[in-house]
Structures are given as C-alpha cells and as structure tokens.
C-alpha cells in the first residue's frame, strides 16, 4: 500500500486534506506507520487463510499465500 494510497483513504473516510498533509507527512508520521502496521496484519490473516487451505488442496493456496505476504514489500 502506497502513501497517496492511505492518503486517498482517509480523505474518502471525511479527513480534511490539511490534516492528511499533516498526519501522514512521509518522513515521521505514527498514522502512516499506523497504517502499514493495520495492512500488513491483514495481508496476514489473508495468508494464514491460503495456509490453512493449502494443507488440504493444491500448491496454488501456497502460492497465493507467498504473493499476499509479498504485497508488503513492494
């Protein structure tokens, strides 16, 4: 998830946009870091749920787990 990302969330969620440019400024922000941390729990509850699937179907549940963890690093 990119920051123009978060950012264009949270303006859709009602935040002003002079709050956006303060809150999720690039550099030191909580709500981005925030954010990332909020993301990256649920890009792995997503791919605990390919595990679980995997141990009882084909390699693809595997994969798509590897390729949700992967989103995060990009």
């Given at each position: 998830?990119?920051?123009?990302?978060?950012?264009?969330?949270?303006?859709?969620?009602?935040?002003?946009?002079?709050?956006?440019?303060?809150?999720?400024?690039?550099?030191?922000?909580?709500?981005?870091?925030?954010?990332?941390?909020i993301?990256?729990?649920?890009?792995?509850?997503?791919?605990?749920?390919?595990?679980?699937?995997?141990?009882?179907a084909?390699?693809?549940?595997?994969?798509?787990?590897?390729?949700?963890?992967?989103?995060?690093?990009?």
């Open positions: 998830m990119t920051i123009d990302e978060i950012i264009h969330m949270a303006k859709e969620a009602g935040m002003p946009d002079w709050l956006c440019e303060d809150w999720f400024h690039p550099f030191d922000s909580f709500a981005l870091k925030f954010a990332y941390q993301a990256a729990a649920e890009r792995e509850a997503c791919a605990k749920l390919c595990d679980e699937m995997h141990s009882n084909e390699d693809s549940c595997g994969k798509a787990a590897a390729a949700i963890r992967a989103r995060g690093h990009g």
